[in-house]
């Protein structure tokens, strides 16, 4: 009699993981996304297994992810990135909506629906997205000319000022000491701009504070710091406030919206439409929806700015060892420019480089 085989059980080990209750999972993935670094680091939450990227697209996770999450490359864009970013904006994240209605409005060139973004996150008080809204207003992007609205902008700048945007509060300094959009008022204007300088100073100490170089980086650093009345080296790549003293420090970190943009239309095979140009400043990477639209250097001509906040910026990062008066320099506007901003001034430790309308 032939003996059976003993049919062999394989039992299965427990997947903890399983275990884990799933509101704990989900409080850790929303400090993962919210403190995440870069994409990568969300995505490879996404990639691991079934059950977390279940839970990773939870609407309480997208809900919290970081900036730095959207911090994509413009070359590596694609549609099921522009659904990830819907998606996060579906859950109620303000960064994903700011992020995405920067790129439609400027990018795609999709004006209504970016501006409706950039709204969405404006309305749960982002300040990046009311100052945003600012420019727009002040240069009328997207329609004509005669679409410039002054009131808003200087009330969008207001409310972006009051949650700690310092380009924000310099605009506003400067259109109440300019009388533009606003009852001018010279003393009040000129205290903004100082309270403005003073948050660039108290921001670029906090951000040297926090920086973690290497030993001898924090070496150099401190040599820096106590010889504060070196001479400036022509090149600036660190704070422009603080780098006329002496101190290196890291340069301001800018949103990742703002590199995208500038990704997007330098790297591109098609080249902006003829006559419309970029923002001088390379930490914006806004573009003219117009010929014209941006304001030049009356000095020199040959920079453009989309706001006082990037000339200010780029002044002392750059254009105040480039700028170079010319005799005269004229150009014949196709849009029959007018003298409504006059001379826009941008004061920094009382040197002045006046922009005109273009």
Sequence with gaps: MAQRKRLRTITAKPDLFDQLPEDLVLNILCKLSSSAS??????NILITCKTLKRLATNPLVLSKAGAKTFAMKAERWSDSAHQFLKQCVKAGNREAAYTLGMIRFYCLQNRGSGASLMAKAAIKSHALALYSLAVIQFNGSGGSKTDK??????????????LGHVDALRELGHCLQDGYGVPQNIVEGRRLLIQANAKELALSLRSMLSWKPQQQQLIQQQQNLHHAC??????????????????????REEHPANNFLREWFE?????????????????????ETRPHEFRRCSVCGTVNYCSRGCQALDWKARHKVECTP???WHEVLEDGGDNEIGAMVGMEEAEYVNIVDQ
């Design 326 to 328: 010319m005799d005269q």
């Design 149 to 162: 609205n002054l009131r808003a902008g200087v009330a969008l700048c207001a409310r972006a000022s009051i």
């Design 267 to 287: 790297t591109r095979p098609v080249p902006l439409d003829d006559g419309l140009r970029l923002c001088s400043y390379r930490g914006c990477g806004r573009s």
């Design 230 to 251: 070196t001479m400036m080296d022509t090149t600036i790549t660190g704070c422009p406030l603080l780098s006329d003293f002496g101190c290196n420090l890291p340069a």
């Design 38 to 43: 870069c994409p990568s680091d969300f995505i």
